[in-house]
């Protein structure tokens, strides 16, 4: 375990609580590598005797750290860092995940089915199809490594695609272990997507959820509603993506355009109609 400068650690001048201000150092140090995933932190004891604090203030740090999913408590033991959590950054699409290590990728961990069924009113209305059309209903596992990190149940449009059209009453194949969903569907069938339009929010994961994913019934999740459209801007997936909240986090990064000022930039951000 390395020595940790905490000469900068505790600004006592600031409105910040303390315990705030401590694991945002200590979330600092853990991001910037300081300790592996797998290290023990110094020790309750160790951390207050270093930074003049009180107990308390140390386990209210370490209870935001471990509720973020960055450290878990082994009784008898001590606080140990946590595998980094999978981070999604939606860019330009749907298609475009990505992970925070190149030596990691997403991959097919489970293929649980696919079948052709009636879209129903809510699914025809976002995929702009009848109730009665019949779709693609395809339910997989994205993993990292060995984690299991969502639960994806997507409706395709039968047209999505010449590919998808191709099958007549067929249904698409995807290879457990290889790339992520959206890759194959592009490479196997010519499913192009140019926009999606996302929606998160937090739930609970219910029993079938907790089961898949290897969590427990109730356990906190991030629930990812995506409408992806081509180039054309005609809907054709929709997808309902069930993710623990401990294995992953979001990063967006908004484009603005546009020209006033100084600068020859106005901030401009368009906010989308999310999917009902």
Same mark, same amino acid.
């Given at each position: 375990?390395?020595?940790? +400068?905490?000469?900068?650690?505790?600004? $006592?001048?600031?409105?910040?609580?303390?315990?705030?201000?401590?694991?945002?150092?200590?979330?600092?140090?853990?991001?910037?590598?300081?300790?592996?995933?797998?290290?023990?932190?110094?020790?309750?004891?160790?951390?207050?005797?270093?930074?003049?604090?009180? $107990?308390?203030?140390?386990?209210?740090?370490?209870?935001?750290?471990?509720?973020?999913?960055?450290?878990?408590?082994?009784?008898?033991?001590?606080?140990?860092?946590?595998?980094?959590?999978?981070?999604?950054?939606?860019?330009?699409?749907?298609? +475009?995940?990505?992970?925070?290590?190149?030596?990691?990728?997403?991959?097919?961990?489970?293929?649980?089915?696919? $079948?052709?069924?009636?879209?129903?009113?809510?699914?025809?209305?976002? #995929?702009?199809?009848?109730?009665?059309?019949?779709?693609?209903?395809?339910?997989?596992?994205?993993?990292?490594?060995?984690?299991?990190?969502?639960?994806?149940?997507?409706?395709?449009?039968?047209?999505?695609?010449?590919?998808?059209?191709?099958?007549?009453?067929?249904?698409?194949?995807?290879?457990?272990?290889?790339?992520?969903? #959206?890759?194959?569907?592009?490479?196997?069938?010519?499913?192009?997507?140019?926009?999606?339009?996302?929606?998160?929010?937090?739930?609970?994961?219910?029993?079938?959820?907790?089961?898949?994913?290897?969590?427990?019934?109730?356990?906190?999740?991030?629930?990812?509603?995506?409408?992806?459209?081509?180039?054309?801007?005609?809907?054709?997936?929709?997808?309902?993506?069930?993710?623990?909240?401990? $294995?992953?986090?979001?990063?967006?990064?908004?484009?603005?355009?546009?020209?006033?000022?100084?600068?020859?930039?106005?901030?401009? #951000?368009?906010?989308?109609?999310?999917?009902?």
């Amino acid at each position: 375990m390395q020595t940790v +400068d905490w000469t900068r650690a505790i600004d $006592r001048s600031s409105p910040i609580p303390y315990y705030y201000q401590l694991q945002e150092i200590l979330k600092q140090e853990i991001e910037a590598g300081r300790w592996a995933p797998g290290d023990l932190l110094p020790s309750e004891a160790d951390l207050e005797a270093a930074l003049g604090v009180s $107990r308390t203030v140390v386990r209210q740090a370490l209870a935001v750290l471990e509720a973020d999913g960055q450290v878990f408590r082994v009784k008898g033991k001590g606080t140990i860092v946590a595998q980094p959590k999978f981070r999604y950054e939606a860019l330009h699409a749907a298609g +475009d995940w990505a992970v925070g290590s190149a030596a990691e990728e997403i991959v097919v961990g489970a293929f649980v089915d696919v $079948r052709r069924v009636e879209a129903g009113s809510r699914v025809g209305r976002l #995929l702009g199809v009848g109730p009665a059309d019949r779709v693609l209903e395809m339910t997989v596992v994205h993993a990292v490594g060995d984690r299991s990190i969502a639960l994806i149940q997507t409706f395709l449009r039968v047209d999505g695609s010449t590919g998808l059209a191709a099958l007549g009453d067929g249904l698409p194949e995807l290879v457990v272990r290889g790339p992520d969903m #959206l890759v194959q569907l592009a490479e196997r069938y010519g499913l192009t997507i140019s926009r999606s339009l996302l929606t998160i929010e937090g739930t609970v994961a219910n029993e079938f959820e907790a089961e898949t994913l290897g969590i427990g019934q109730g356990a906190a999740v991030f629930l990812l509603s995506s409408v992806d459209e081509d180039a054309d801007g005609r809907p054709v997936m929709f997808s309902r993506s069930i993710i623990p909240v401990d $294995r992953a986090r979001f990063a967006v990064a908004v484009a603005r355009w546009g020209s006033a000022g100084p600068s020859g930039i106005a901030p401009y #951000l368009s906010v989308l109609p999310a999917p009902v």
